[in-house]
């Protein structure tokens, strides 16, 4: 019994200091990752101009069909700055939600 004992721990101290010998060695640092080169990184993306709002993009007009529900619901987080009255695609997803029983109108 003794000798299993003494083996255990010999694979126990061998993992312990190979961990502790992996831990020690000197960790590689890829490139761009010095503290200037974030600098100017950081300085180039804030000096980048800025591209329009994605609401731009997105027509506000009534939908040519009725919206499915899924679609609706996409319509919906895709205007979320728009209200009701004012956005027609919004009113017609906001229309077919409340009909789903997605949404409870207040």
């Given at each position: ?18 961990s502790?010998a992996?831990?020690?060695r ?7 990752r ?6 100017q990184r950081?300085l ?5 101009p800025?591209?329009?709002p ?5 027509p506000h ?11 609706a619901?996409?319509t919906m ?8 009255a004012?956005c ?9 939600l ?9």
């Amino acid at each position: 019994m003794i000798g299993w004992q003494i083996f255990g721990a010999a694979l126990v101290l061998i993992g312990v200091s190979s961990s502790v010998a992996m831990s020690r060695r000197p960790q590689h640092i890829s490139s761009g990752r010095t503290v200037s080169e974030i600098r100017q990184r950081i300085l180039a993306e804030i000096a980048a101009p800025a591209l329009a709002p994605p609401v731009l993009l997105i027509p506000h007009s009534a939908p040519d069909h009725t919206p499915d529900v899924p679609e609706a619901h996409r319509t919906m987080q895709e205007h979320l700055e728009c209200t009701v009255a004012e956005c027609a695609r919004k009113a017609t997803a906001y229309r077919v939600l409340v009909e789903a029983g997605r949404i409870t109108p207040r």
